[in-house]
């Protein structure tokens, strides 16, 4: 294994443009075990005092339709109620719908709605209030409005029955009301000018406004009217923002929060020290996104015998250590592990075989190489495109590269105005939510629109068919997205949340951090 020099990141700036996009589009669904979201997690109302948590971000907004998810999850679910929840494994279950069914098209989908649901200014919960609240996330401005592209109409058939009509079928619909699509504000609150700082839900905590300094620190009272005592584990709810990893730092080891998400993996053994647990999860995977794969700006990346010699250019295991610390596992494939599509024989595919990266680019016409355009974000590092460009260049690749700073990179990625780039991208619980972020001719993350008839089939049989179809067709999409080359993945990141002795987790597999009720007293 060649030796590779470690990495050294801005760790505030990474975490910056990370945060930037893993908040704009984690999902919901994961493989740790968990409890019924329905009866909640284990745990009394009140048994504990006061929980601090670390948070990374602050609340962008209040207002329900406009709340984004991720990171900033904890602040909507400390308020709201959604629709329905999704348990740390990922199965749906009731939380304002009791119960849910579609028709065979799964093209409308009807639920009926618990009764005695009171938002905190006293107004009851029903279908007609429900079906706003969706219709109103639809035209806000969350970064996340998209996931209800495909509802064409919301609407009360009673008090009790909500009915939504969808354009086409789409399977992870139901995972999207589990999330900010389906959380649920007071009608009283929709055009009040205080609803960006005064949230008015019927969840398990009150925001105390007189406590509260915007940006920095948020605090919450327990509602005394809630309905579900078994997910109020704390009577306060103390949610302070951190900047800089050094702050963060400071606050775990001065016993200031008892529970936290990390930047990164830098500091876990001082964390540790502290007596904290670290409990951790895989939300992204970092590697090469080999975009212009019809060769329209960077002619040899339409060979897929070049794009299969770039992934046998790569020690990945050395690549983690340098890059993530030694924190996560090594891949070659971009679904995670708890996807119906998973394969882990797709995680080692590629190995480190810089001969044979170099055969295959000889019989794909390249014997001499070829130089690859691609950008690089200062909040990366140096060394991290450096340690990239050393490992193609030993295959007769030359990388040219483009500096950016801040979040221009992204822009130039999306435009495109490159063929190939460095990145990390998220990990998509389900194939058709990965499918409508990377893989679709529409998707965000294939920016040259590239269409393929095989990828394109696998898909429709993941939005149409049934779910042993849908399975089946998830596993061939993977195989083929793996064969031919799509991506060059290094490995999955570990995220690392962290709690104190009095302070009991469990993360939620594809969020960013664990749901609020899953934060429990010990």
């Known amino acids: 294994m060649r030796r590779i020099k470690k990495a050294a990141y801005g760790a505030a700036a990474l975490a910056s443009l990370a945060l930037a996009l893993t ?24 048994s504990g005092g006061t929980l601090t948590l670390g948070l990374l971000v602050p609340a962008t907004t209040f207002e329900a339709p406009d709340m984004n998810w991720a990171n900033e999850s904890p602040y909507g679910q400390a308020v709201y109620d959604t629709l329905l929840q999704a348990s740390p494994s990922g199965t749906i279950e009731p939380d304002l719908a009791t119960a849910w069914s579609y028709n065979a098209a799964k093209t409308v989908l009807t639920l009926t709605l618990r009764t005695g649901v009171k938002f905190t200014d006293g107004t009851a919960f029903d279908a007609t209030t429900a079906a706003a609240n969706l219709e109103a996330f639809q035209k806000g401005t969350s970064n996340n409005a998209s996931d209800l592209v495909n509802m064409a109409s919301a609407t009360a058939a009673g008090p009790t029955k909500l009915v939504i009509t969808l354009k086409q079928q789409d399977p992870a619909f139901l995972v ?8 649920q504000e007071s009608p009283k609150a929709f055009t009040t000018a205080t609803a960006k700082t005064t949230p008015v839900g019927s969840g398990p905590y009150e925001l105390d406004s007189s406590a509260t300094i915007p940006g920095s620190t948020y605090v919450f ?3 005394p009217g809630y309905w579900n005592k078994a997910q109020q584990h704390y009577a306060k709810l103390v949610m ?24 990164d993996n830098t500091a876990l053994t001082q964390i540790q020290n502290a007596g904290f647990t670290v409990w951790p999860l895989q939300l992204n995977w970092t590697g090469l996104l080999l975009l212009d794969r019809d060769g329209s700006m960077a002619k040899p990346l339409a060979s897929v015998k070049v794009r299969q010699a770039i992934n046998y250019a790569f020690d990945r295991p050395a690549l983690l250590k340098a890059l993530g610390d030694g924190y996560g596992s090594v891949t070659t494939q971009i679904f995670p592990t708890y996807s119906p599509g998973y394969s882990s024989s797709l995680d080692s595919y ?8 170099r055969q295959l680019l000889a019989q794909a016409g390249y014997p001499n190489g070829f130089t690859l355009n691609m950008p690089e974000a200062a909040a990366l590092g140096a060394s991290t495109y450096a340690i990239i460009a050393q490992q193609l260049a030993a295959v007769g690749i030359k990388v040219n590269y483009t500096s950016y700073t801040g979040n221009a990179i992204f822009s130039a990625i999306l435009a495109p105005k490159y063929p190939a780039t460095y990145f990390i991208l998220q990990e998509d619980p389900t194939a058709w939510q990965e499918s409508q972020f990377v893989l679709l001719p529409s998707a965000t993350w294939n920016p040259f629109h590239d269409a393929n008839p095989a990828v394109d089939g696998y898909i429709k049989t993941i939005q149409t068919g049934s779910t042993a179809q849908a399975d089946a067709a ?9 064969q031919n080359a ?31 009720w899953n934060i429990v007293p010990s």
Do not use: H
Request: glycine share 12%.
């Open 23 to 46: 908040a704009c589009t984690a999902g919901a669904s994961g493989s740790a075990g968990g409890t019924s979201s329905g009866g909640g997690a284990t745990g009394s109302v009140n």
């Open 176 to 183: 999207y009301l589990t999330q900010n699509a389906g959380l």
């Open 221 to 223: 009272t327990a509602n």
């Open 240 to 263: 302070n923002v951190y900047s800089t990893p050094a702050a963060e730092l400071d606050a775990i080891q001065g016993g200031q929060v008892n529970a936290a998400n990390t930047f």
């Open 350 to 357: 590629y190995t480190y075989d810089p001969a044979k990266a």
């Open 474 to 482: 998830m596993k061939g999409l993977d195989t083929y997205l793996v």
């Open 486 to 516: 799509w991506f060059a993945p290094f490995f999955r990141q570990q995220s690392s949340f962290v709690s104190d002795k009095n302070t009991k987790v469990t993360v939620q597999a594809g969020n960013a951090l664990p749901y609020l």
